[in-house]
């Protein structure tokens, strides 16, 4: 980790590394590992409270934020993170064996998880603090486009490498799992090697070597800013609410499209899934997130909002025309789950540029921005806390389930419209799509 390096490095060396490596450990722990545990036999109901619990760390975020400054750099923060996934993520292979493996196993996803989320906040500070700005409006669109293409990764090839170990070499589905979450630890621990040579220091901060009094007092000033902010309780409202209806469609998606058809399921394997997921879906994501980030540029931010919001939500009622219709044609549920993922991939340009734009600017830019994804991932946690008693108090039916997400997909659109936008125009920066 303490190589010497070459004094500068172009960004395309580090920039899609860099946050390649923050979708890779994001997808694992919110995503990657609902598919393990539903074919290792957890129900679905575990499945979505415990995972859902694990987007903890990124919701608290801002609050530690501050502790990372007076010590290590930018870089160092990053390394050290990369390097600890590496172990805890290639660990869980290990114990998966053990019969207590969901409890342990959890408990690395939450190490993992903690890890990720101070390896996202120092590696945005990395790409502030050395970039100017015209080069962070240049390489913002490679930025998101990298970091799915890192949760892409993760839910989509090594998935399918589980079900064609499973399905095709009569590997049962442990030691498949085994396998892949050996790949994901060492796939991180390769981009760790990366940075090690190619990741800048980043901005020495001005809290570096205060110690925890400096640390303190960032903190307190930092939250008191950040609610002085004009509107800020409703611009929160709509962060929070923007992808609500999709934060079902993410926790019970995979699920209902592997559950077998006998209880209202689409019958999938993981190889299905992978496919639909990495093949179709990201195509329609990438091709949605470009022409969402072209619309919001050619509109401004403040005009195209509402219609972001419009193509999120509206597209959630594919999931439940999939649960009425039960199509048994695979063409016909890629084109519609990719129909998803591309409404998914446009309206989700609205929500960053939102939060980078309106919530964002000010003193503590870096700090303001991590509390608003703090608050996009307790949508995700909210969400998932709740999926899992709905879909009993529905009886386990899918149809009726997606009509309650149907519902849920109606306020955010009705907030988007009433959204303050307190910053001028030039807050409307034209800035790519994509992002966490």
Known sequence: MSQPRPPYRHPLFWVPSLYLAMGVPNATVSVVSKIMYKNLGITNTDIVLYTSLM??????KPIWSPFLEPYLSKRRWVLTMEFLMAIVIGSVAFVLPLPGFFRISLSMFWIAGFASGTQDIAADAVYLTTLPQKDQAKYMGIQGICWNCGSILAAGPLVVITGR???????DWTHAWMIVMGLLGGTMALL???HAWNLPEGEPSSLHGGGMAGAWLALKE???????????????LVIFMYRFGEGFIENFGPLFLMDPRAVGGMGFNNQA??????????????????????FAARFTLRRSFFFLAVALNVPHVTYYFLSHAMPDNMVLVSVVVTIEKFGFGFGSVGHMLYMMQQIAPGPFKMTHYAFATGVMALTKMCTGWISGPLYELFHHNYPNFFLFVLLAS???????????????????????????
Request: proline share 8%; with cysteine; aromatic share 18%.
């Open 55 to 60: 987007y903890l760390p990124w919701v608290l």
């Open 165 to 171: 170990l499973h399905d095709n070499y009569g590997c």
């Open 192 to 194: 760790g090697l990366w």
């Open 222 to 236: 930092s939250w008191v800013t950040f609610f002085q902010k004009k509107s800020i309780w409703l611009m929160l």
């Open 273 to 294: 899934i992978g496919g639909i997921y990495n093949t179709y879906g990201t195509i329609g994501f990438l091709a949605g997130a470009l022409l969402g980030g072209l």
């Open 410 to 436: 109606i306020p955010p659109i009705i907030l988007a419209w009433f959204a303050p936008f307190p910053q001028t125009a030039d807050g409307d920066a034209v800035a790519a799509a994509g992002g966490p």
